[in-house]
């Protein structure tokens, strides 16, 4: 199945033939490669640079390595995690600003609310139909239930996602909420005006998709993310204003549900 590797790159060609194997079909999901001493004899190379290889292998998310009776590589099926895993951490480690993301979220969302509005099947939009009405009954409740109208609008964001049955915008759209919700928490007002501005832009942005009109969709979301970022970015610098004023360090991002000191 292999050649010897390359002497001047050794490790790297024996990850690159095994990739290539997996990309061309050679390898399939569920298949386990030979065993180290198989391997060792084809590609050429030592114990310590078979394992190194596949080290890298397992990294890449491509293997997974077994140990014990049953053990052994086996390949595994290609998704979207490395990448997931690399946005979340980019977002949870503050390298990317609010400016960023915003900028950010207006291209990937404005794209997928287009998509969504091409693509979307009676169920998908009845999802939509049902999330919109139960972010309008917690809005109706009032303000003890307004961090359940984000919630739900979060949902309805992801449920978009899924709307474009890709999976790529499903992943990263997913992993995106799911590690900015602190920040809408900690410096979107939870007050009845903007609850009521979030509830009809993502009410116009769903009757777009239901519309099938990909350019009104756009627009939609492209306006509401904006707006909601430029809430964002006015509450942190508020925030950030507020501290200093009393001679403390910058803010951290605390969720709602941390109590304030008394």
């Not at 207006?106 to 998509?115: H, K, L, P, Q, T």
Request: charged share 30%; glycine share 4%; hydrophobic share 35%.
């Amino acid at each position: 199945m292999f050649r010897k590797a390359k002497q001047n790159r050794v490790f790297q060609d024996v990850v690159e033939q095994i990739q290539e194997a997996i990309i061309s079909g050679e390898l399939k999901t569920g298949d386990q490669l030979p065993g180290e001493r198989d391997l060792k004899e084809q590609f050429k190379v030592s114990r310590g640079t078979l394992r190194e290889a596949l080290r890298v292998l397992e990294q890449k998310g491509l293997i997974e390595i077994r140990t014990g009776v049953n053990g052994g590589s086996i390949i595994k099926a290609v998704n979207t995690e490395p990448i997931v895993e690399s946005l979340a951490f980019l977002i949870r480690q503050k390298k990317v600003s609010l400016r960023n993301l915003a900028e950010f979220r207006v291209d990937v969302e404005g794209s997928c609310c287009a998509i969504a509005a091409q693509r979307a099947t009676a169920d998908d939009i009845t999802k939509l139909k049902a999330l919109l009405a139960k972010a309008s009954k917690y809005f109706k409740q009032g303000p003890e239930h307004y961090d359940s109208v984000f919630r739900t609008d979060e949902q309805i964001h992801q449920a978009i996602a899924e709307t474009t049955h890709n999976p790529l915008y499903i992943s990263v759209l997913e992993t995106l909420f799911r590690n900015i919700h602190t920040y809408f928490e900690s410096f979107v007002p939870m007050e009845e005006p903007v609850l009521r501005e979030n509830l009809r832009d993502i009410t116009n942005l769903v009757n777009a998709i239901e519309a099938g009109d990909p350019d009104e969709a756009r627009r939609a979301s492209q306006e509401h993310v904006r707006r909601f970022s430029k809430y964002m970015l006015q509450g942190y610098q508020d925030n950030i204003a507020d501290h200093r004023g009393m001679s403390q360090p910058a803010p951290t991002v605390r969720s709602r549900k941390e109590k304030t000191p008394s």
